[in-house]
């Protein structure tokens, strides 16, 4: 061991890189294309959100920030605020709902647990257009047309059955014993769902969470036959009306399209630094 | 402080039964070991008595008063998890406070109690730590802190030391002990060790299957097991079981058993009519109960081949073989044959252990006072089979 000289960290680096092949520079020409294809539409969005004569091309801008000005009027702001506000509550629903669900098919003996999981999987792959019809009849019905509050929990019912399936699976991993313990300590079962049972599922509820945001945030369709208050009207349906019959407006288009996209790009930085370690089971159990 | 009862119980998960018609009394302030392999219903009826799970028929009574349908958390009972079961997300501090807030306890109420419990747990410094910051032992300690918190009716303890080290694991065992005896808390300890089983125990029940075996003091259950199988489960090493036949000698029955003959003290033989010349036996004896012959021996002797030879400090374990059995002998520590050598090895008549070779239950009884055993031993247990 004494004679052996060890070669200095940065030399061994070095030796790591093996020349370059044929089969590693395909390898390269692949994933940039592939890269190259996921940048472009972003390219033109951040591009033509800065552009006087934008285009559906990608091209130099003309710099102005009148696609910013025309966005953040009073109308448009309204619309971001009730996106954010469907979309909230949305997810607030779904989560509260999905949470105790998920812990019940989890941890109590519910009969033909997994056919109903694989049933409620089925469910979330429906497309939610063809319910949009019968839908729409029930709420003229029930009178709720019109009403952000109903949407809201249609659009919640829509985005549960997976968040059920994500928690579900969050929760399975939470060792029993923990909430054993918290039951022979005189627990009553708010306390251990609220005190043991979701700390410890926190980054699967913050994973849920976000689902059910950025489904709800995205959701064009819903909003827009469920409600059609013009002080109701969500962002997708402004970026709609971006587009006239005489002349498509790309840069209001571009500029809405990057601020619409903030929330979400917020979100999960937040998130991430919400879930990050903090509450992983470590010294839980050996 | 409180005496436990399981009257008749069974648990069955599906159709297979976990524990089989258990009927266990515990006293005020006892400190009772469950014990047997993995699998054997010991942590099943522990985990009936806390109430996490029910039992399917049957009573289960803490101090007379039947629980079979109280929830955990009114049955007064504090638990130590064999996973310790510590909140990951709270402080060692929030760990312990977490049962006095369950239960409705004001901080200023509860919280020199907490810190006293963690100065007795030597926790003092690492109250503000998450358990991930904690060693193996000291996240043992909370747990076993969160449990002392209070004076519960009852402590049940699930393999408390298994996850521990040998050293500490034997430190902590003493420990356990002694917070027992001062807190005269009746206690209900499961383990998979015997050695556990035999140190801690004021008593120990031995499980298989989810059938009680024995219950008895610890001297009790290693000198006069029911069952082969409570014979092999306490003592170290293992006990030799070799099987042998029944003899009619000159002095009475004897056992042939590798190549010898013992002859049994007719006091203590609980032998049926039907126990006749020939019957098999299983034989056990006492790697303990196995000297090197002297010559001026009280028993008959015979020839081991030496296959290992364990020198242990204060003695020698020397494995063998003797025709096709496998035994095992405890010899004084400075008795050390070389290995391939047969050394000549004495039977004590007095310590021979006979089973029934089919349901494995003892048909020689080895209470020095007491007359022979059950009637019928040998035919009840042969109609079990």
Same mark, same amino acid.
Request: no cysteine; net charge negative.
């Given at each position: 061991m004494t004679t052996h000289v060890t070669a200095p960290p940065h030399a061994e680096r070095r030796q790591d890189r093996s020349p370059l092949t044929a089969g590693k520079a395909g390898r390269g020409l692949v994933l940039a294309v592939i890269g190259v294809a996921f940048l472009l539409p972003f390219c033109w969005i951040v591009f033509a959100a800065f552009d006087s004569q934008a285009s559906f091309a990608i091209q130099w801008p003309h710099p102005t920030l009148q696609n910013f000005a025309d966005v953040f009027s009073a109308d448009n702001r309204l619309a971001l605020w009730n996106s954010a506000y469907l979309s909230l509550l949305s997810t607030l629903i779904a989560t509260v709902a999905a949470y105790l669900a998920a812990y019940v098919i989890s941890r109590k003996q519910v009969p033909y647990t997994s056919a109903m999981m694989f049933a409620i999987l089925f469910l979330s792959g429906l497309p939610i257009n063809i319910l949009v019809v019968p839908l729409f009849q029930m709420y003229t019905k029930l009178g709720w047309l019109s009403s952000m509050n109903a949407t809201a929990a249609f659009l919640a019912v829509t985005s549960m059955p997976f968040m059920i399936w994500m928690l579900k699976n969050s929760i399975d991993d939470i060792p029993k014993d923990l909430e054993e313990a918290a039951w022979i300590e005189g627990s009553s079962l708010p306390r251990v769902l609220l005190r043991v049972v979701l700390p410890m599922s926190l980054p699967g509820i913050c994973a849920a969470a976000i689902y059910g945001f950025v489904t709800t945030w995205g959701n064009f369709l819903v909003p827009m036959v469920l409600d059609s208050d013009p002080a109701h009207q969500t962002a997708p349906v402004v970026v709609y009306g971006f587009i006239g019959a005489a002349a498509v407006r790309w840069g209001n288009i571009a500029a809405y399209s990057l601020v619409y996209s903030l929330p979400v790009l917020v979100l999960y930085f937040v998130m991430g630094r919400i879930t990050r370690g903090n509450y992983a089971t470590g010294g839980a159990v050996k | 402080m409180a005496s436990v009862d399981f009257d008749h119980v069974w648990k069955y998960f599906g159709d297979i039964a976990s524990v089989s018609d258990l009927s266990l009394h515990i006293e005020d302030g006892e400190f009772m070991v469950l014990v047997g392999p993995s699998g054997c219903g010991k942590t099943t009826t522990l985990r009936m008595l806390a109430g996490l799970e029910r039992a399917s028929h049957g009573e289960i009574r803490i101090d007379g008063e039947v629980v079979n349908s109280l929830r955990p958390g009114k049955r007064d009972i504090a638990m130590v998890f064999q996973s310790y079961a510590l909140f990951p997300h709270m402080s060692v501090y929030e760990n312990l406070a977490f049962g006095p807030r369950s239960r409705g306890e004001r901080k200023k109420t509860f919280d020199s109690a907490v810190r006293k419990v963690a100065e007795t747990m030597g926790l003092t410094e690492h109250l503000g730590r998450r358990p991930a910051a904690l060693s193996g032992g000291q996240r043992q300690r909370v747990a076993l802190a969160r449990a002392l918190l209070r004076t519960p009716r009852l402590f049940l303890m699930d393999?408390?030391?298994? $996850? @521990?080290d040998a050293a500490l694991r034997l430190q902590m065992r003493v420990e356990i002990a002694k917070l027992q005896r001062e807190l005269g808390v009746t206690t209900v300890y499961v383990t998979h060790d015997q050695v556990e089983a035999m140190t801690m125990g004021h008593r120990i029940a031995i499980m298989k299957d989810g059938v009680l075996q024995q219950v008895g003091v610890p001297e009790e259950v290693y000198n006069n097991p029911a069952t082969s199988f409570v014979a092999a489960s306490i003592g170290t090493p293992r006990i030799n079981l070799v099987d042998g036949a029944l003899r009619t000698g000159d002095s009475g029955t004897e056992v042939e058993v590798l190549g010898v003959r013992v002859a049994l003290p007719v006091e203590r033989t609980a032998l049926? #009519? $039907? *126990?006749? *010349?020939g019957s098999e036996v299983r034989v056990g004896l006492r790697p303990a109960d196995l000297q090197p012959a002297t010559? %001026? *021996? !009280?028993g008959p002797v015979f020839g081991l081949i030496v296959d290992a030879v364990e020198p242990m400090g204060p003695e020698t374990y020397v494995t063998g073989h003797c025709g096709a059995h496998l035994i095992t002998a405890r010899f004084p520590a400075d008795h050390k044959p070389a290995v391939l050598s047969t050394v000549q090895v004495s039977i004590d008549p007095t310590k021979v252990y006979l089973f029934s070779? &089919? %349901? &494995? !239950? %003892? =048909? @020689? *009884? !080895? %209470? !020095?006072? &007491? &007359? #022979? =055993? +059950? +009637?019928n031993q040998l035919s009840v247990s042969s109609t079990h089979n």
């Open positions: - | 393999e408390p030391l298994s $996850n @521990l049926q #009519p $039907n *126990d006749t *010349d010559g %001026s *021996d !009280r070779p &089919g %349901s &494995g !239950r %003892s =048909i @020689l *009884d !080895r %209470s !020095r006072t &007491g &007359g #022979p =055993i +059950a +009637a």
